[in-house]
């Protein structure tokens, strides 16, 4: 794969001795198999990219049209800040780190504030909801399926995105796992193990939400294939 030169100092230049030095142990300290196992670790990377923004932009409308139900009388959408913090209300429980009690919602309530500000054309016309869904990062979106959420979020509306019967416990934890993977992917650190995992838990999320999307993104995802190339 390497057509240029591994040896000289200015690979370490580059990437960094640290950085290198993760390839050059998985590489059995061959420079060139080094080199090449980065390049495709970086396409690796990006294949998982355009994968986890299919899931995530899916999963985001997919959450957006079952908590329109939830919209109260005078709102005209769920992150309107009546049904926000009606969904997100103040819950106060003691930290098991630091002992102290803490606001398990506030950081939500703190995402949909600022994504309508950051959605809004102009600070006297209401921000259009679609662009607010927009705002939201993935981090929120796998929130609302964690425990705190089983009663008010997950049992009355969630749950009918899904097919009948689904646990939520696994689904909550396979996002878990996709949120803490994608931060690795976006900051470029190394993905050389555990990938066919990853890969796996997309799959299984898509499957959930919608099998037609599902047929779009095994005919479209690189991901096996450049897991199946590896130097």
Known sequence: MATTSSEGPWIEEWLSIGRFSTYLAAAGRSRSRALDLYEWNAKLSAAF???LSHLEVGLRNACDRQLAAATLPGDAHWTDPAT????????????RATGRSRDVNKIARGNVQRA???AATSPHTPPIPGKVVAELMFGFWTYLFVDAHEKTIWVPHLHKAFPPGTDRNPFN???AALRDFRNRVAHHENILNGSESERRRIVYIIRLLSADALAHFKANSEVA???AGRP
């Open 49 to 51: 990219l355009h994968d």
């Open 84 to 95: 926000s913090l009606t969904l997100f209300p103040v819950v106060m429980r003691k930290d």
């Open 116 to 118: 309508r500000i950051n």
């Open 173 to 175: 934890d396979a996002l």
């Open 225 to 227: 294939t450049i897991l």
